[in-house]
Nanobody, 115 residues
């Protein structure tokens, strides 16, 4: 069984920063990528950023230059540093990890960017 502990969401003003973390624990062996999707009310879940097990990184075009994803493989933890936040970054951010048993998801954390 895999457990995820997500933290770092909250309310921030436009231009501000937040740092999300996602720690996976349990009897797991993460073989692939970790990352985040986000979901805005009424829209499809979209990929925000991912980092593979060898460190290859991909970002959504909308966050390039503002967000930075990193990973501590030994701790099965990923981090998403979000700078220069915009109101359109508001949503629920779901972390995930690709395990040998398939993709597993965290419970999600709310990010709200508003003045």
């Amino acid at each position: 069984q895999v457990q995820f502990v997500e933290s770092g969401g909250g309310l921030v003003q436009p231009g501000g920063s937040l740092r999300l973390s996602c720690a996976a624990s349990g009897s797991i062996f993460i073989i692939g990528a970790m990352g985040w999707y986000r979901q805005v009310h009424g829209k499809q879940r979209e990929l925000v950023a991912l980092i593979s097990h060898v460190g290859t990184i991909n970002y959504a075009d909308s966050v390039k230059g503002r967000f930075t994803i990193s990973r501590d493989t030994g701790k099965n933890t990923a981090y998403l540093q979000m700078n220069s936040l915009k109101p359109e970054d508001t949503g629920i951010y779901y972390c995930y990890a690709d395990l040998s048993s398939g993709r597993q998801w965290g419970q999600g954390t709310q990010v709200t960017v508003s003045s």
